[in-house]
């Protein structure tokens, strides 16, 4: 269990409004931790979980580059200071002229898995590198993510040759084991993918220069639907990529180097929102049953996408020794997906609170900002500051 840092704990306790705050001394201090934990892995941060300048900025000048999914992101991350060379872009989804507008602004290093997309990134960025993700199953992770992208090993093979034949570097090979994994094994399925995949690579003479092994490195902080901490293997996990790394650099060579696109491992638990309390109520279901309601202002559409898959742990500043009661916790709009699912367990919460009584929630810097809508139903997307300067 992550716990938040003295400069997030001063910063939410100085608010008088709402926001969201990110430690960047918090995510240095990651990063140094995770390259510590996976000496040789060079960290390229999948800034679709916190597209922040200052965020970037600071992870760039620790030596990280960018994971990006779109030429606007890798746009941004430029201009925020990270070299063009320390990027790639990582979706597999692209059109002809987002590969173009990449290429234009300098990006050399495509992600593709399908024989349409490399031809298209041969078009558009002739002479790139190209690197194959291969499909997970996801299994073990909050989100699989496992249907929308990769490919199978044989087709792996099929890309990077044609890639080849196309006046493409076939450079790598990538997979993802799907976000926040939970289990060391699912590294250990993707190392044995890989490493077969590599082994025929080899035999047909394409030699790669690097394996991605993806993101879904897990944040410490979060709550599982049932409000316990979620306690991911973070140790066992390493371990397996560092034994993993040995293995395919056994089977494809020592030159072989390792990229890995960390997203919410590194800012989840270094950025907490605070809210406020729209209103405690409650309300008798049609069977007449009572149930209490704690309406935040903050919730599924402005901050806590994710509040279908987790739960975020709350702090309530001015009632800490109130007697609580169990509530099902819900967001400001007027739709009806904003709360916690049926199936989450009731959170209990201080039963004097009143509306505008603020509420922390905690463990919330992944995916907040970049899943804001636009202001559905006129609450506008919380403003953001950065605390703590970036240096450890
Ligand atoms: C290609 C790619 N890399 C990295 C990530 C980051 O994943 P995570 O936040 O689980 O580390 C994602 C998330 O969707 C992704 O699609």
Same mark, same amino acid.
């Not at 997203?263 to 008798?284: F, K, P, Q, T």
């Not at 919730?299 to 509040?307: A, C, R």
């Given at each position: 269990?992550?716990?938040?840092?003295?400069?997030?704990?001063?910063?939410?306790?100085?608010?008088?409004?709402?926001?969201?705050?990110?430690?960047?001394?918090?995510?240095?201090?990651?990063?140094?931790?995770?390259?510590?934990?996976?000496?040789?892995?060079?960290?390229?941060?999948?800034?679709?979980?916190?597209?922040?300048?200052?965020?970037?900025?600071?992870?760039?000048?620790?030596?990280?580059?960018?994971?990006?999914?779109?030429?606007?992101?890798?746009?941004?991350?430029?201009?925020?200071?990270?070299?063009?060379?320390?990027?790639?872009?990582?979706?597999?989804?692209?059109?002809?002229?987002? &590969?173009?507008?990449?290429? +234009?602004? /300098?990006? =050399?290093?495509?992600?593709?898995?399908?024989? !349409?997309? *490399? @031809?298209? $990134?041969?078009?558009?960025?002739?002479?790139?590198?190209?690197?194959?993700?291969?499909?997970?199953?996801?299994?073990?992770?909050?989100?699989?993510?496992?249907?929308?992208?990769?490919?199978?090993?044989?087709?792996?093979?099929?890309?990077?040759?044609?890639?080849?034949?196309?006046?493409?570097?076939?450079?790598?090979?990538?997979?993802?084991?799907?976000?926040?994994?939970?289990?060391?094994?699912?590294?250990?399925?993707?190392?044995?993918?890989?490493?077969?995949?590599?082994?025929?690579?080899?035999?047909?003479?394409?030699?790669?220069?690097?394996?991605?092994?993806?993101?879904?490195?897990?944040?410490?902080?979060?709550?599982?639907?049932?409000?316990?901490?979620?306690?991911?293997?973070?140790?066992? &996990?390493?371990?397996?990529? +560092?034994? /993993?790394? =040995?293995?395919?650099?056994?089977?494809?060579? !020592?030159? *072989? @180097?390792? $990229?890995?696109?960390?997203?919410?491992?590194?800012?989840?638990?270094?950025?907490?929102?605070?809210?406020?309390?729209?209103?405690?109520?409650?309300?008798?279901?049609?069977?007449?049953?009572?149930?209490?309601?704690?309406?935040?202002?903050?919730?599924?559409?402005?901050?806590?996408?994710?509040?279908?898959?987790?739960?975020?742990?709350?702090?309530?500043?001015?009632?800490?020794?109130?007697?609580?009661?169990?509530?099902?916790?819900?967001?400001?709009?007027?739709?009806?997906?904003?709360?916690?699912?049926?199936?989450?367990?009731?959170?209990?919460?201080?039963?004097?609170?009143?509306?505008?009584?603020?509420?922390?929630?905690?463990?919330?810097?992944?995916?907040?900002?970049?899943?804001?809508?636009?202001?559905?139903?006129?609450?506008?997307?919380?403003?953001?500051?950065?605390?703590?300067?970036?240096?450890?």
């Amino acid at each position: 269990m992550a716990h938040p840092s003295a400069p997030l704990l001063a910063a939410l306790a100085d608010a008088t409004e709402d926001g969201i705050f990110f430690d960047l001394a918090g995510i240095r201090r990651g990063y140094d931790t995770l390259r510590r934990e996976l000496p040789g892995v060079d960290i390229r941060f999948a800034m679709k979980s916190c597209p922040v300048d200052e965020v970037l900025a600071c992870l760039a000048s620790a030596g990280a580059g960018v994971d990006g999914a779109s030429p606007r992101e890798l746009e941004q991350a430029l201009r925020a200071g990270v070299p063009v060379d320390r990027m790639h872009y990582g979706n597999t989804v692209k059109s002809d002229r987002d &590969i173009a507008d990449a290429h +234009r602004l /300098g990006v =050399r290093d495509f992600a593709t898995d399908s024989v !349409e997309d *490399l @031809a298209a $990134v041969a078009a558009q960025a002739p002479g790139a590198r190209v690197f194959c993700r291969l499909a997970a199953s996801g299994d073990g992770a909050l989100w699989g993510l496992s249907n929308k992208f990769g490919c199978s090993p044989a087709d792996a093979v099929r890309i990077l040759e044609t890639a080849r034949e196309s006046g493409l570097t076939p450079s790598g090979l990538s997979v993802h084991v799907g976000s926040q994994q939970m289990t060391a094994d699912a590294w250990h399925s993707a190392v044995e993918c890989l490493a077969d995949v590599l082994a025929v690579l080899g035999r047909r003479g394409i030699v790669l220069d690097h394996v991605n092994l993806g993101g879904g490195l897990p944040a410490l902080g979060y709550l599982d639907r049932h409000g316990r901490p979620l306690e991911p293997p973070l140790d066992k &996990i390493f371990a397996v990529v +560092r034994e /993993g790394m =040995r293995h395919l650099r056994e089977v494809h060579g !020592e030159h *072989l @180097a390792f $990229v890995m696109e960390p997203g919410r491992h590194l800012v989840a638990d270094h950025g907490a929102i605070r809210a406020h309390v729209a209103r405690l109520a409650e309300r008798r279901r049609p069977d007449g049953e009572p149930r209490h309601w704690l309406y935040l202002s903050c919730g599924k559409f402005n901050g806590l996408y994710e509040m279908d898959a987790l739960q975020y742990p709350l702090v309530f500043p001015t009632h800490p020794d109130d007697e609580h009661l169990p509530a099902v916790v819900a967001g400001p709009t007027c739709d009806s997906d904003d709360a916690y699912p049926q199936g989450h367990a009731l959170v209990h919460v201080p039963r004097e609170l009143a509306s505008g009584d603020p509420v922390w929630v905690l463990a919330s810097g992944a995916y907040a900002l970049s899943y804001t809508t636009q202001g559905f139903n006129g609450f506008a997307p919380l403003p953001y500051t950065c605390v703590g300067g970036g240096r450890p």
